[in-house]
């Protein structure tokens, strides 16, 4: 269906991550599929939620794209792929919480330094359980 290992991340590999943000939050965060900047490039994710009433840590509502380096998005088609993809997403809350401090933004209040956080460049690797 999507022979481009960039167009099936984006179609089939996106709306899993969003689910599980969507899971690990208990609903708070919601993710929204970005068009790839470039042509046959893999599409970003938008992670947004409105900031919690008098509780802001940071003095924007959270609004980050993560996107992921296309060579790391074309390993996950090869052999071992979907173990990887699935570590990964087992991870995922370990690497939320790891960008926090660094990047400036708050889960717990749904707050950021900044209008809006841009984390690229990611892979697919998992956090040393």
Do not use: C
């Amino acid at each position: 269906m999507h022979p481009n290992p960039a167009q099936r991340f984006t179609a089939e590999l996106l709306p899993r991550i969003i689910e599980r943000l969507h899971r690990l939050s208990h609903g708070t965060l919601h993710g929204e599929v970005l068009p790839p900047e470039i042509p046959n490039e893999p599409g970003r994710l938008r992670v947004w939620a409105p900031a919690r009433a008098n509780a802001g840590r940071f003095a924007y509502p959270l609004d980050i794209t993560l996107s992921w380096d296309s060579w790391e998005v074309d390993r996950l088609f090869a052999t071992g792929g979907e173990t990887r993809f699935a570590e990964y997403l087992d991870a995922l809350a370990g690497k939320l919480d790891a960008w926090q401090e660094p990047r400036q933004f708050d889960i717990n209040t749904r707050t950021q330094a900044d209008p809006t956080v841009l984390i690229g460049g990611l892979d697919f690797e998992h956090l040393m359980r």
